[in-house]
């Protein structure tokens, strides 16, 4: 089998770009058929560049409904192939369908599932394959994928609560940083003049205001041009190189307000893939050494590393989590708990339910102080530009004539 790239046309007469495995443009072409596509181009893909589209990320929403979908079918009795023969009809998200269609093709060419959903990672993490090689494995498939849909449904509510929990901000603060920006390079420079023109003394504010006006329209233009590459340079260095990748990750989990809710929101995440790991048969080590590549953050990573390497030198589970500093004692004594009782998997699901719970109400009441909170600074900062104006424009009005 070749990887192949192509251009195609699907029923609805949209043009359709992407890759799979064919062993000809003859096989290529047939293998879209049966997707309902038209060839219109293709070719054998680029070394370098052929494996692109299995790197794109799909929606979260997406992968529930995959997982949702998929479990009712197998539960039902509907052979693999045919229930996701089925899912990519009914799928109208593109990307996914490729996903789906390509799931087929590599089933049908004597792949399991988890190996097939692996050649996908911007799809599949390494959480999802490992959970899809374990359900296979136990014959548990449709309850593995329930376990994983919900998991997933309750990662989208938080990412949910926190893009709500950033919307009002961010639109509070471009509406302000344009009107600031309008009154600076229009309204003070006329004001400015008028000021000077009456060869008066101006106050502090007044003249702190105009040095502002006078930079941000001579200089202005500096700010994207230096702003944007420095802001790209930071990022760029930080994602290569793990010793600042590392630093970053360890300030976002201290950062006032918001660290905090950061790190709620990565201990109910960790808590979460344990509990669904260890409780579908995976070993202790083996759900850490996946969780931590699933952590998203590279302090907790380091921190779970560490705790299972001291489980191995033979420290019980709660003491090789708490040597770490970074796990608070809720978590544990909720592992001493169950390890004392042998439900670990169940003093890790409180653990979920315990940080998913405290993640809502901390961005609930980040919400409610966060209105009057913009509120104050807002008024503060538009008072400071009324009397910055309004005190010199005072004085010329008592100096006049009467």
């Known amino acids: 089998m070749t990887l192949h790239t192509y251009r195609a046309i699907d029923n609805g007469g949209r043009s359709v770009r992407g890759t ?73 998200h593109m990307q996914m369908q490729q996903v789906v269609s390509t799931l087929v093709e590599d ?3 004597g792949l399991p599932l988890s190996e097939a959903a692996a050649r996908h990672p911007g799809a599949f993490d390494a959480v999802f394959c490992s959970l899809l090689r374990v359900g296979e494995q136990t014959g548990t498939l449709a309850p593995v994928l329930r376990q994983l849909a919900d998991a997933l449904h309750r990662e989208d509510e938080l990412a949910a609560h926190a893009r709500k929990l950033a919307i009002y901000p961010i639109i509070v603060g471009s509406v302000l940083c344009a009107a600031i920006t309008v009154a600076l390079l229009f309204v003070v420079p ?37 702003l944007a590459p420095a802001l790209g340079a930071t990022r760029f260095a930080i994602r290569n190189s793990p010793a600042l990748q590392l630093v970053f990750d360890r300030l976002r989990l201290r950062l006032p307000l918001f660290g905090a ?20 048969g995976i070993t202790l080590l083996d759900a850490l050494s996946t969780a931590a590549h699933a952590s998203g953050n590279l302090a907790i990573r380091d921190s779970l590393r560490t705790a299972s390497l001291r489980i191995t030198e033979g420290h019980d589970i709660a003491s090789a989590f708490e040597l770490t500093g970074l796990f608070p004692q809720l978590v544990t004594r909720m592992l001493r708990i169950g ?15 315990f940080y998913e719970r405290d993640t809502k109400e901390s961005i609930e009441r980040l919400q409610a102080s966060a209105e009057p909170m913009l509120t104050l600074i807002l008024g503060a900062l538009m008072l400071w ?10 004085d010329i009005l008592t100096r006049l004539p009467v």
Not at 261 to 280: D, E, F, N, P, T
Not at 385 to 394: C, E, K, N, R, W
């Open 107 to 109: 089933i049908e060419g």
């Open 339 to 353: 390890e004392q009782t042998g439900s670990l998997d169940t003093a890790l699901g409180n653990v979920v339910h």
């Open 20 to 92: 799979t495995d064919a062993a000809d443009i003859e096989d290529l072409e047939s293998r879209l058929q049966r997707r309902g596509l038209t060839l219109v181009h293709g070719e054998p893909a680029h070394p370098h560049t052929g494996r692109r589209v299995w790197r794109r990320r799909i929606p979260r929403r997406e992968l529930i409904h995959f997982c949702f979908h998929l479990e009712q079918l197998l539960a039902a009795g509907v052979p693999i192939i045919e229930s996701l023969t089925d899912l990519r009809e009914a799928t109208a």
């Open 190 to 226: 006329e004001l400015g003049r008028l000021f000077r023109s009456t060869g008066q003394a101006l106050p502090l504010q007044t003249r702190i205001l105009i040095e502002l006006s006078s930079g941000l329209a001579h200089h202005g233009w500096l700010i994207p041009v230096v």
């Open 261 to 280: 809710l950061q790190y709620k929101i990565a201990l109910a995440r960790v808590a979460s893939l344990l509990s669904m790991l260890y409780a579908s």
């Open 385 to 394: 530009i009324v009397f910055a104006v309004l005190g010199p424009v005072y």
